[in-house]
Every structure is written in C-alpha cells, then in structure tokens.
C-alpha cells in the first residue's frame, strides 16, 4: 500500500496528559499514530464500512471508533489533549473482557497493553476471508510454505483484519535430529510482540540486538527425560529444538526481557541496536530472506523499577525527525545515538521497502 506522508508533515506533534499512571497508554499510542499502515486502515470512512458489528455485543467498537476520533485530535492540534473519553472507554472494556489490570489507576505493562489494545481493534475489524493455496512441493521449503499457509487459511477463514496483515508473522519450532538430518517435528505459530532475552553478562559484556536474536533462535538439546519419543523405533531419541522464523511483520515489535523472576527484578543492561538497517536475513527460514531489513520508528522506554517508573516514547516522524514524547509534552531529538539507552524497553521497526 502506497502512503502519501506529505500529508502528516508539520502535525502530530501532540501531547497527551497523564490522568494518574497512564503514561505506558500515552507512550504506546504516540508510537501507534505514527504507523500510518494502521492510520491509513483505520480512516473513518473505511472503519464504518467494516464494522457491522452490534457495539453492546461488541464492545470494542466505542474503544476502536474513540481511537479514531482521539487521532484526529492528535493530527489537529500541536499542543496537548486529555484523552478521557479514550480511558474511560478503555477501563469500560477492560472491565467486560475481565482485565483487571486495565480497570485502574495503577501503573501497567505497555506491551501488555499494546496487545490488548490491538486485539481490540482486531476483534472490531475482524471478517473470514477464504485463501486460496496453489502449487506443488518440490523442496522442503515448500512443505514448511503449505503447513504455515494452512494454518493461515484456517485462522482468516474465521477472523482476518488489517491488524494480522501489519503486525503478525509466522516463526517455525523445528523438532530435528542432532544431525540435522531428519525433521521429527515442524509446527507453525503466528506471533506479535518478539520478546528477546538478553544474555547474562558471564557470556556477552556488550549485548547488541542480534546477540539476544541468536540467543532467542538458539538449539537446545533435548535428551533424558527430555528426549523426543521417535515413534517408528519405538523409543526415546535426543533431538534438536529450535525456533526460525518463517516471516517478519510490516511492523515489527521487539521487547527486551528486562522484567525476571516473575517481574521481581528489572535488568538495567545496555542492549545496543540499530537506527537503520537491521537485518535479520539469517533467522528466517522461508522465500527471500533478504527482504527483512528494518528501520527504527519507535521506542517506548522505562524508567525506574519494577514497583513503578515512568513511560516516555521516541517517535520518527513522516519527515523522519526523532521527536521525544513526554506525557504532555514534546521535544525534537538533536541527536539520535543517545536515545540507545538502558531505559530502551520495546522497539517497534518498520520495514525497509
């Protein structure tokens, strides 16, 4: 989808006031209306003509059309704006789908709520479309192509919307013997938020983004009571598990696994990572690996510990300036480098074209 930006140049420099710890909302939704994939679906017009949904038996309707209203503010005025009626329509559905978490004032998990969020607008937007899967094995590329494109038709037989189309992918968990030579196993899943860990500093002193993408894409052995059970020997065999990927999204969203043992305790590592140009060619295991180089186009950081802290956001706009996202206010970035910081907690990356 072609996107005209020019008309996003000069607007969307909005502030969004703090109602009592919703600064993991405002810091999510200032990245959010600048994916204008998203904003470009979501324009009134073609939001009325999708949703023929009853809002009381779908809630997420008044949480979605609020959204469309609340940026139209946002690109209209370059000062600051009370997103109450967001909120409250918010705490209203939270309430419905029993997350309590949401119902609140108590400060949150912005991924968490970023999941939420979306899978409203999913749930609003949502219709079974029918897919059509055509050609014939000839490698084993193939065969792992047909059993995620089956997976594919079974889910958007029954809900597909623009959300699945932007943000989802599909990652691979291949059950294999240690040589690599015979699969066991090989099950697709669609995914959203990549949650990377980050190596212990005993292995890496400096961690960089792909150190935590080839930990999180590492083999693991499976043996002893862990062994896989080979059903033609009738017996228990050791393995090799891993996870490739067999796409990337549009938008990809990455946090790092700052929050351990069980939110207990917060990790304050330096994990570097790149403005532009971060290519993850290597970890995808289907057709033109190439094609999945991304760009930064936003950054949620965390500040503080696990019992509280503050949100702000990093946002690049449509003339590709940085611009610093506090609650109410806003700030250009001068330089771009010292937003690489410990604080950085979930990156959202756009697709080089």
Known sequence: MSIDLTRYHGQGYTGLANLGNTCFMNSCLQVLNHVYELNENLL???????????????????????????QELMWSNNGAISP????????HLAKIKNKEIFTGWAQNDMPEFLLFFLDSIHNTISRGIKMKITGKKQNTTDSTALECYKMLQTIYKKEYSEIMEIFYAIYVSEISSLDGKKIYSAKSEMYFILDLPIPSHEKVREPTIYDCFELFTSSEILEGDNAFFDEKLKETVPVIKRITFWNLPKI???????FTNFGQNKRQDLVTFPLEKLDLSKYVCGYNPKKY????????????GVMGGHYTAFVKNSQNEWIHFNDMTHQR???????ITPMAYCLFYRQCE
Request: aromatic share 8%; hydrophobic share 40%.
């Open 44 to 70: 009134v017009k073609k939001v009325h003509k999708r949703i023929n949904k009853d809002p009381v038996e779908n809630p997420e309707v008044y949480l979605t059309n609020e959204w469309v209203e609340l």
């Open 84 to 91: 109450n009626k967001f909120v409250h329509h918010l705490q």
């Open 252 to 258: 990809l969203v990455i946090t790092f696994k700052r």
């Open 293 to 304: 180089v991304y760009n930064l186009m936003g950054i949620c950081n965390h500040m503080g």
């Open 333 to 339: 970035v001068d330089d771009p480098t010292k937003m």
